[in-house]
Each structure stands twice: as C-alpha cells, then as structure tokens.
C-alpha cells in the first residue's frame, strides 16, 4: 500500500514581512557597495586637462585602493592616524589619486619624485638628481581646456630614470613652471606632477599641492571605463553616439594606444 504524498504547506508573505525583506537586501547591497568602494576600487572621473592626454576631461576610470595600502584618506570619511595601514610605496611613473595637504579635494597626478630625490625644471625638461630625463618629441596637435578653449601644444614622450614610459604636452618651454630651483623631496613625502605640464597645478606649487605625504595617498589609478567628450553628464544616453569616445572604453591608463 502506498503512502500518501506530503504536501508543502506554503504560507503566504504578509506586506510587512515582504517590505522587511526588501529593506534587507537593500542594507546588505549598500554594505557590499561601501565595502567595495573603500576598500578596492573606487570610481573617478576627470573634471579638469591636467592630465591630458593621458587622462582626458570626461574620462571615467578606477583607482585601485588596496595597492598602497590605506591612508587616513582612503575612507568615505578622514580618519585622524598618519602613515598607512599595509603600506606599500608607489613606483615612480604610478598615477596616484591622493588629497594635497592644502587641498580639500581630490588630486590625480603622476608619481615624478621619491623620498629624497631632487627635482628641478630646466628650459621644460624635467630634471631628476642632476639629470635630464629624456624626452622624445612626437607631434604637435591642439588641446582642449576644461573651458572648452583650443590651444595648440607639443607632444612628447618622456622616458624616467626607472624605464617608465608616458606621454606628455607643453604649450611652451619657457612657462612660469618650466624653470624652477630645485625641489629636494622629504622623507615619507612624493612629489607629483600633471602631464599636460603647462596646466598642471602640482608639486610645483608648494603652497598649494606641494610634497605630498604617503598617508596622503588614496589610490592607483588603473582602468577606465567610460569616456564622453566636454565632460557631459553620463546619463544623457541620447548624447552618447556622436560624444563617446569608443575607443577609451575599458582600457588601461599606461595603455598608450589611447594616447
């Protein structure tokens, strides 16, 4: 004789319980996302041609948070302790997101000068402990500036002492920055410059970026992942086929193609 089937009572979800549980899963996604974005990758874009070409005004990209380790500013919010939990320090080339000292934003530049390294500005060339750093010239094109200005400027790549190659502009070599004295980095400090040189507020400008300490440090920039031209607002999808810039999508930052 058979037995009877078992049937599976199923009790029907109150409004409650259903709202309950939507609120659950809502918390628990924003935690995954705070989580995410503190501790391994968090979204950047680009506002202003300081890092042209390189990095482009309207350029999306994300900075890898747990390759240095974690400074006071790698969290939501500032956090009073110096030196970095994990640290480890950028090479130089890196392109580094950190918060200047005087600053109470966000800076995105590119690792020139270690602790104890001189730097000095000669007629335009970089001087790194006494010596030129090679530079190569590619073209000259026109720029645009983040008030949507064109301006003419030289191409070239610079190739440092560590063999890290990248692509720089100058409007000029004899720009208020282009001769300086010469800059000897502190201990636990780096010195950041712009690749579009002759726009860059940088090391360069003691008072307002000068050395940057390595708690200061927030991220390694790695990957974009979305680039629009005159920095329009992602979301018009309807703008996106005459101002995306296909070619930029989802690609390294040290990828020279893109340059």
Do not use: C
């Not at 935690?31 to 890092?51: D, K």
């Not at 720029?143 to 890290?164: C, F, K, M």
């Amino acid at each position: 004789m058979s037995e009877p089937m078992s049937k599976a009572a199923v009790k029907p979800k109150t409004k409650s319980s259903e709202w309950r549980d939507t609120i659950v899963v809502v918390i628990e996604a924003l935690l995954i996302a705070i989580v995410f974005r503190t501790f391994l990758y968090q979204p950047f874009s680009i506002p202003t041609g300081s890092m042209q070409s390189t990095l482009m005004i309207g350029d999306y990209f994300v900075a890898n948070k747990f390759v240095w380790g974690y400074g006071s500013y790698s969290f939501p919010f500032p956090l009073p302790f110096n030196g970095r939990i994990m640290g480890r320090d950028p090479n130089r080339g890196d392109v580094a997101v950190f918060r200047p000292v005087a600053q109470r934003e966000d800076y995105i530049k590119r690792v020139i000068g270690l602790p104890g390294d001189r730097i000095q500005m000669v007629d335009g060339i970089l001087n790194i402990n006494g010596t030129p750093v090679q530079r190569e010239f590619l073209k000259d094109t026109i720029d645009r500036d983040a008030r949507g200005q064109s301006i003419p400027v030289h191409v070239y790549r610079e190739t440092l002492p560590n063999g890290v190659s990248h692509v720089i502009q100058e409007i000029t070599d004899d720009a208020p920055m282009d001769d300086t004295g010469e800059y000897v980095v502190p201990a636990g400090h780096f010195f950041m410059m712009g690749d579009n040189r002759d726009r860059s507020q940088d090391s360069r400008y003691l008072q307002a970026v000068g050395y940057v300490p390595v708690g200061n440090l927030i991220g390694k920039a790695e990957a974009r992942f979305f680039s629009i031209t005159d920095d329009l607002p992602p979301w018009q999808i309807w703008q996106w086929p005459a101002n995306v810039r296909w070619d930029r999508m989802f690609t390294s930052v040290y990828d020279e193609r893109t340059q």
